[in-house]
């Protein structure tokens, strides 16, 4: 869907921002990008949707070239969410979230329509705020209203720059719960820039780890943290052998219906062996005793171990 090939940014004062990647983002995948500060992760984004014009090599969408699209056409099918909160400050945030479907021509009354729907999916309820401006939200309203702009004319695809980054952690929680949602039902391919790991383990179907400019390891949440690529993976996923001694499998079980049927491991299996398995299905039945005591889902585990890690402040967010 999205592939870089051999693709290089370097500025005017000859900074390499971004050198020789080569990447394919699939059709519907949730794909995170992770790195600190400077590693180029930003400009990777932004020469998506041609914000930033790429110095060498070649991107495709769809097998196109993006210079090959009407600049126009690129942009409008690409929601976008920019680091830095942008909302025009003399619209009305119902003005604000309806830029690109007035500019697609949507009917007045399916743009006003989409808009209260897409304010409450964010919990800003559209009477109260669709006719407010910008200055009269808070930081973290305004940047839910960001977010929901980019989703607003049904892009195929989303580029997201720490969207959530603003946000308190309840909002935070809730807000990549709903993504997440959003993103399962109507399977959009979104690149999702962060710095935290923990979010980046809860959302991605893949991480790729960046590293001044160049990506140090691309893989599946479970492949990151079980065969992290080399020590600055480890040291920036934050999970050590620590996770190993502190696993209860008690602590992440759910309840489940005695009719599901599921793939089934012991509670004394090691969390080597969980994470093996949990690679392969989305979710374990859970036996003990002879009895099926719950399960555990691939998210779940993915929490514990996110947790684990940044409760012991070893991770960068
Ligand atoms: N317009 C510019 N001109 C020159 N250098 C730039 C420009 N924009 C970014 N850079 C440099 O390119 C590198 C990558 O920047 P980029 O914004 O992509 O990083 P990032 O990974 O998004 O960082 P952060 O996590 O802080 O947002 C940095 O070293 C930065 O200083
Ligand atoms: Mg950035």
């Known amino acids: 869907m999205i592939t870089f090939d051999n693709v290089s940014k370097k500025y005017d004062n000859d900074q390499v921002a971004v050198n020789a990647i080569n990447l394919e983002i699939k059709k519907g995948e949730f794909f995170v990008i992770i790195g600190p500060s400077g590693c180029g992760k930003t400009t990777l984004l932004k020469m998506i949707n041609r914000l930033i014009h790429l110095t060498e090599g070649t991107i495709r969408i769809n097998g196109k070239r993006i210079s090959d699209y009407n600049i126009h056409e690129l942009r409008?099918?690409?929601?976008?969410?920019?680091?830095?909160?942008?909302?025009?400050?003399?619209?009305?945030?119902?003005?604000?979230?309806?830029?690109?479907?007035?500019?697609?021509?949507?009917?007045?009354?399916?743009?006003?329509?989409?808009?209260?729907?897409?304010?409450?999916?964010?919990?800003?309820?559209?009477?109260?705020y669709s006719q407010r401006k910008p200055n009269e939200l808070s930081g973290g309203e305004q940047q839910r209203v960001g977010v929901v702009r980019a989703l607003a004319a049904d892009p195929e695809i989303i580029l997201m720059d720490e969207p959530f980054s603003a946000l308190d952690p309840i909002s935070r929680t809730k807000l990549q719960d709903d993504l997440l949602e959003l993103q399962r039902a109507i399977q959009k391919t979104i690149v999702f820039v962060s710095h935290d790991m923990h979010e980046a383990?809860?959302?991605?179907?893949?991480?790729?780890?960046?590293?001044?400019?160049?990506?140090?390891?691309?893989?599946?949440?479970?492949?990151?943290?079980?065969?992290?690529?080399?020590?600055?993976?480890?040291?920036?996923?934050?999970?050590?052998?620590?996770?190993?001694?502190?696993?209860?499998?008690?602590?992440?079980?759910?309840?489940?219906?005695?009719?599901?049927?599921?793939?089934?491991?012991?509670?004394k299996d090691s969390l080597q062996?969980?994470?093996?398995?949990?690679?392969?299905?989305?979710?374990?039945?859970?036996?003990?005793?002879?009895?099926?005591?719950g399960g555990i889902t691939r998210?779940?585990?993915?929490?514990?171990?996110?947790?684990?890690?940044?409760?012991?402040?070893?991770?960068?967010?």
Request: glycine share 6%; charged share 20%; proline share 4%.
């Open 273 to 293: 062996s969980l994470l093996h398995q949990l690679a392969q299905h989305e979710w374990l039945a859970v036996e003990e005793e002879g009895d099926i005591i």
């Open 299 to 317: 998210q779940a585990m993915l929490q514990f171990l996110a947790k684990d890690a940044s409760q012991r402040g070893e991770v960068n967010g």
């Open 201 to 267: 383990l809860k959302l991605g179907d893949r991480i790729c780890v960046m590293k001044d400019g160049q990506i140090v390891q691309i893989g599946s949440p479970q492949e990151i943290l079980q065969q992290p690529s080399n020590d600055f993976v480890k040291e920036f996923i934050g999970v050590k052998e620590h996770a190993f001694n502190v696993f209860d499998i008690h602590q992440i079980i759910e309840p489940i219906a005695n009719d599901d049927v599921a793939h089934t491991v012991s509670s």
């Open 76 to 128: 409008w099918n690409i929601g976008y969410v920019l680091q830095q909160i942008a909302l025009f400050p003399h619209m009305t945030i119902e003005d604000n979230i309806a830029v690109v479907p007035e500019l697609k021509k949507w009917s007045h009354p399916q743009i006003q329509k989409r808009v209260r729907a897409l304010l409450e999916m964010v919990g800003l309820e559209p009477d109260k």
